[in-house]
């Protein structure tokens, strides 16, 4: 197997695409970068090196995974780990979200880069998706649009909440996307319910930020999608997570996860449903949603 067709597989496992595997390269070792915000030790890692050793690469035989464990807290401290994870040579690395995958374009030229991020274009990480350009490509979450989305299913989980908080990271969503927070509060409105914009500046302000929704008078919690609450195993994640469950507060996220609370109601969403299905001693009730399913407690 050529690198190039290498690449194509690890980009369908980022995302939970099982691809069709050619003759590998015999008594060929592969080496694999990640240079992500979660634990190598995470449900996701688990999940995502099953899909490649279901598709023929397993570590420790015919591959090498070098796991960079990034915080997300720890950016000052990238252009570090990328600088040494290129180092060790890999035939490609898998990053994200945006400022991992700038900080390793910035360590190399040569290297291939798979970026999953919001918008690999929108960012200025690519040229189009089409014709990316340089040693990167990836995917393109667009998840803000599944925010409205997600605010529809918390109201419907939550009947008696009449006040909603949502939780932006204020680096991402404040003027620029005016607009889109209008929509949520608008669309809330129209279901009798009321919506405040709560904004996050960094990792120290989510508890702070979590306490002033629930004394603002939030029954429940929408938060929307950023890395800076969301990264599955993540520092950051933890702590939304457990002060969620600390206030008994509903509340809706963009990536799965496996802490689960008597009030809380959580989405477990495409390549991971596997690896949670087996770590979950839950009954899982399967939605009409594609890519989505529901459980509680």
């Known amino acids: 197997m050529r690198r190039r067709e290498f690449i ?55 591959l090498t995974v070098i796991w960079a464990d990034l915080g997300v807290s720890n950016n000052d401290a990238l252009a570090e780990r990328a600088a040494a994870l290129v180092k060790a040579a890999p035939d490609a690395i898998v990053a994200g979200p945006e ?9 190399t030229s040569t290297v291939p880069i798979l970026g999953v991020t919001e918008d690999m274009v929108g960012e200025a990480l690519v040229a189009s998706l089409a ?22 299913i918390l109201i419907e989980a939550a009947p008696g909440a009449q006040r909603i908080a949502a939780m932006a990271e204020a ?44 004394a603002s008078g939030a029954k429940a919690l929408n938060f929307l ?6 990264v599955p195993g993540s520092r950051n994640s933890r702590l939304v997570i457990e002060r969620v469950a600390e206030l008994r507060l509903p509340a809706i996220y963009q990536w799965p996860t496996v802490h689960v609370s008597r009030r809380c109601t959580v989405n477990v969403d495409g390549w991971w449903r596997r690896s949670c299905a087996a770590s979950n001693p839950l009954t899982f009730q399967w939605s009409s949603r594609p890519a989505s399913s529901w459980w509680s407690m």
Not at 38 to 47: D, F, H, M, N
Not at 99 to 107: G, K, S, T, W
């Open 8 to 62: 194509v597989l690890i980009g369908g496992a980022a995302v939970g695409w099982p691809l069709v595997v050619r003759a590998q390269e015999s008594g060929r070792t592969y080496r694999l970068g990640v240079f992500i915000p979660s634990a190598r030790e995470s449900p996701q890692a688990a999940a995502f090196l099953d899909e490649l050793r279901l598709n023929g690469f397993v570590e420790g035989q015919n």
């Open 99 to 107: 400022l991992p995958i700038r900080a390793l374009q910035a360590a």
């Open 131 to 152: 014709h990316p350009g340089g040693n990167t490509t990836g995917i393109s979450l667009l998840s803000p649009e599944l925010d409205g989305k997600r605010q529809d």
């Open 171 to 214: 680096n991402v969503y404040f003027s620029p996307r005016d607009r889109h927070f209008q929509e949520l509060q608008d669309a809330a409105r129209k279901r009798g319910v009321e919506v405040s914009i709560i904004g996050v500046s960094g990792p120290g302000q989510i508890v702070p930020a979590i306490d002033a929704a629930k």
């Open 225 to 230: 999608a950023s890395p800076l609450f969301s």
